[in-house]
């Protein structure tokens, strides 16, 4: 069945770029999403890529989809100590449900 | 504000009691789901809906109903809560599938 799998934590120095990584399989999803989830708080909407595209810059956000190894990453440049949160990957299957992956939680060390 | 709103926020209950959980959109949206998320298992989703009177099976629905007889209005189930559905549940809504989820603030259940 349809799965979206990343790893779980992630910890990186203040000012270095945060890597994301995350790994689908749907290959007809037209859409895949990064969400952000802050401590006692719901999912919002960071960034999105259309499946024809191979990278998306939004000011210190850059997505990058490989296609062909179902692959797609979310780089964070110049992290802040308020970009600490949980990660999540989401993708559009063909059934028309949306996928999650498990969270990557970043945190930020000083 | 366009919100999509749940209730209650939390709740403790005994296994077996029945109960509901309310989500409401303010923003006409046609699609509404239901997650619910456990640590490492990161947001699985529990059942959609595309329109009013259109509801669907997402990956985890044993244990659950939904119903949709109004747009704005979304309620989650659970005719006999047993343990293994303590966890944090999020409502979310979207014009259509595709579109950004708006997400509600969740509601932690725990079933003793």
């Known amino acids: 069945g349809e799965d979206v799998e990343q790893s779980l934590f992630l910890s990186v120095r203040e000012g270095d770029s945060s890597v994301i990584n995350c790994t689908y399989t749907?290959?007809?999803?037209?859409?895949l999403y990064w969400y952000k989830q802050e401590p006692g708080a719901g999912l919002q909407l960071l960034t999105y890529?259309?499946?024809?595209?191979d990278m998306k810059q939004d000011q210190r956000l850059t997505v990058l989809l490989n296609k062909k190894d179902k692959h797609l990453s979310l780089r964070i440049a110049d992290t802040q100590t308020g970009d600490s949160a949980i990660y999540f990957c989401a993708e559009i299957s063909s059934a028309s449900k949306i996928i999650f992956g498990s969270g990557t939680r970043l945190s930020i060390r000083p | 504000e366009a919100q999509v709103t749940q209730n209650p926020r939390y709740l403790i209950t005994v296994t077996g009691k029945k109960l509901t959980v309310t989500c409401s959109q303010n923003m006409n949206h046609e699609y509404m789901s239901w997650y619910r998320q456990d640590p490492g298992l990161g947001l699985r989703q529990i059942y959609y809906?595309?329109?009013?009177?259109?509801?669907d099976k997402g990956d985890v629905p044993e244990g659950y109903k939904v119903s949709r007889k109004e747009k704005r209005n979304f309620p989650l189930i659970l005719e006999s809560p047993s343990p293994n559905q303590t966890s944090l549940y999020f409502c979310?809504?979207?014009?259509?599938?595709?579109?950004?989820?708006?997400f509600g603030p969740g509601t932690r259940l725990t079933v003793l």
């Open positions: 890529i259309f499946s024809n595209m």
């Open positions: 979310a809504s979207s014009s259509m599938v595709a579109d950004t989820q708006y």
């Open positions: 809906s595309m329109n009013v009177e259109v509801t």
């Open positions: 749907d290959s007809s999803s037209t859409y």
